[in-house]
Structure formats: C-alpha cells, structure tokens
C-alpha cells in the first residue's frame, strides 16, 4: 500500500536527500537532468510550506521513499496557462525502489489528484536529450508536445514537454 500525504517541514531534508541522490546518480550516468546540488534547502522548504510537495510512504508512519511537487500553474516552463492543467516537477523516489513501479504510481496519483481538482490535463518536462527519461514518460501515457529552450548567460538548454489526459 502507498501513502501520498502533503509533506511537511520535517520532510524538507529527506526530499532533498533523495534529490542529491538522483542527481548524483544521473551524474554518474552522464545523463542531463538536473544540475547537482542547485536546489538549496531553502528552497525546498518554501515549496513545502506552499503545499507543493508531497511525499510516498509504503506505511503511513513508514519511510519517505518518494516524492513529487505537483502545482496548478507553471509560467516559467509552460507560459501559455491552460487553467485544466497541473504540473509535476522534482519526482524522485529512494534509489532503492529503482524499478518497482513506484514513479509510475506517484503519476498515477498525480492523475487523480487532478481530475479531483476538476482539471483535465498533467503535464511535465524533462530534459530533451534524456532519452530514457522521455521514453518513460511515453510508457506512461503522456504525449509529447513540444519543447522550451532557455538561455543561461552563454549556454542553454532545452526542455521536452509532456501532458496527459486525465479524463478516464
């Protein structure tokens, strides 16, 4: 059994603990995610305190094992709002449960969680050149939409933009 609760300031290190530890693994990898250690916990605690995060337990006085950001707006990465939408950002889950189902279950619930908001669409990014990553998103019934570039000084980056119906 999964249990998805709002996290708490108590969660802010164990969510980026799990953090640091994805970005070292992709590092690792050679795969181009995320930069290592450029979320401060600062920054994790706002996002909590806004009702953004929310964590996985197997039990419900377990330990965290994921966790995902889910928000109603996201004008940075998608600027053209579409008010019938959510956004997950930041899932991660504990190295450990690598291949378990587990992520796919945190979108799953994600789904739910915005057809109960009476929205009609999840969307979320990734990194363009992570091929994995897309392909996963793809497995998981999200389409692919588009891309996003930005600028940072003299580099850049794209993003590759999914979405899903959740309309059952």
């Given at each position: ?17 799990l ?6 693994w992709?590092?690792d ?28 337990r ?27 939408a ?14 378990t189902?587990?992520g ?19 969307r ?9 990553l897309?392909s ?23 993003v ?9």
């Amino acid at each position: 059994m999964l249990t998805v609760e709002p996290a708490t300031a108590a969660d802010a290190a164990t969510i980026l603990g799990l953090r640091h530890a994805a970005e070292d693994w992709l590092s690792d990898r050679g795969i181009d995610q995320w930069v290592p250690r450029e979320v401060p916990l600062a920054t994790v605690a706002a996002q909590i305190e806004a009702g953004e995060f929310h964590v996985a337990r197997h039990h419900p006085t377990g330990p965290v094992v994921a966790a995902l950001r889910l928000i109603g707006s996201d004008p940075i990465i998608w600027p053209e709002q579409d008010e019938l939408a959510c956004y997950v950002h930041g899932l991660v889950i504990d190295r450990s449960e690598a291949g378990t189902g587990l992520g796919a279950a945190l979108l799953e619930w994600a789904s739910e969680q915005t057809r109960r908001e009476g929205r009609s669409l999840l969307r979320l990014d990734c990194a363009e050149t992570n091929g994995a990553l897309r392909s996963y998103y793809l497995n998981q019934g999200f389409r692919y939409v588009g891309r996003r570039e930005f600028a940072d000084g003299s580099s850049w980056f794209s993003v590759a933009l999914f979405e899903k119906s959740t309309d059952r």
